[in-house]
């Protein structure tokens, strides 16, 4: 499910970010963040799961609650 980021952070409370996010590949290869070539997506998977920052509820009310569940479920790592 691809989500258009000013749509995603409309959807949160104020106040969650110092700064705009950016989708993991652009993180990963873009050389204003980290630079590097592009990862398997094993990689790309354990890069989304130590970026997943974001509150349950928080997902639940950008996504739909079944995605946001999901998504919490499958990223979110202690």
Known sequence: MQIDVSE???ALDDDQF???PVD???FVEDS???GIPHL???QYVMVECMSQIYKEKDLIKI???Y???THYDK???N
Request: glycine share 4%.
């Open 8 to 10: 995603f952070l409309d």
């Open 18 to 20: 110092d700064e705009t």
């Open 24 to 26: 993991v590949k652009t």
């Open 32 to 34: 204003n963040y980290l």
């Open 40 to 42: 398997s997506e094993y």
């Open 63 to 65: 996504m739909v609650p």
């Open 67 to 69: 995605e946001g569940n």
């Open 75 to 77: 990223y979110t790592r």
